[in-house]
């Protein structure tokens, strides 16, 4: 019988913050716990990797005896991405995003894709893929997209959703026959604006063609997914994500396997 896969899931960084009544001079690191629960009801045993901070002489040799030892990565969601890591300045103070993020993340990304490990990206995730292989973001879509949907609701959170289409030819259309449209939960104000190049749009929004779901052209698994699996509601017409990560995890279980 094999081993259980252990994945990976980066976490969410809360810096020192002397309002808060808990570690107030101390960097939290931490994820939601329904990202590890997605993980684990799939099988997985998930395995949070926290990041050491500004440590760039040890950073990409730390991320690699992660690769080693894990069999895939989740990147989930969270803070926006910093636009100067897609050449932008920050439209508005509150979008600055979290560049220490970003770079933990991305030396995750670069170490597990060059150990041939599949990453799965949730929400910001996906976009940060989308941006560490040159594509770049919108980084408010009511401001930014003329007549674009509300992708974005505080108070109902998971529970927003809008239209979905799959787009035919794709492997994401092969993973769910007979399903060309439905509903996905909606919780994020930026968007991929330039797709990256290799990179393939498997699902967009349907009310306003913002991209939902993008796939790598070459590398055997790097794809991610704008909506929030974790969150799937079991509500009528709303897709249900089992197959997504499934398929997920048999690549995963190749790499262990191999």
């Not at 709303?238 to 995963?252: Q, T």
Request: proline residues 7%.
């Amino acid at each position: 019988m094999s081993s259980p896969l252990k994945i990976g899931i980066s976490v969410c960084l809360m810096p020192p913050d002397p309002k808060r009544s808990t570690a107030a001079s101390k960097t939290l690191q931490y994820i939601e716990q329904s990202n590890a629960e997605w993980v684990d009801k799939g099988g997985g045993l998930p395995i949070l990797i926290p990041t050491l901070g500004e440590l760039p002489a040890k950073t990409d040799e730390y991320f690699d005896r992660y690769a080693a030892m894990l069999d895939g990565l989740v990147l989930h969601g969270g803070a926006d991405v910093w636009p100067g890591h897609y050449g932008q300045e920050p439209l508005k103070p509150e979008w600055q995003g979290d560049a220490a993020r970003d770079r933990y993340e991305l030396g995750l990304l670069r170490s597990f894709v060059a150990a041939g490990k599949p990453v799965f990206g949730i929400c910001r995730g996906m976009q940060l893929i989308n941006v560490a292989y040159g594509g770049t973001l919108h980084q408010d879509i009511p401001s930014q997209i003329v007549g674009a949907a509300n992708h974005r609701d505080r108070p109902l959170y998971e529970n927003q959703f809008h239209g979905l289409t799959i787009l035919p030819g794709t492997k994401l259309a092969a993973l769910m026959p007979g399903v060309s449209t439905c509903k996905v939960n909606s919780i994020h104000h930026q968007c991929i604006a330039e797709l990256a190049a290799d990179f393939e749009v498997e699902a967009v929004s349907s009310e306003d063609g913002v991209i939902e779901a993008i796939r790598h052209r070459h590398i055997p698994y790097l794809a991610g997914v704008q909506w929030h699996p974790e969150f799937y509601s079991g509500l009528p017409d709303v897709l249900n994500d089992d197959l997504i990560r499934a398929e997920f995890f048999a690549h995963c279980r190749d790499v262990q396997l191999s």
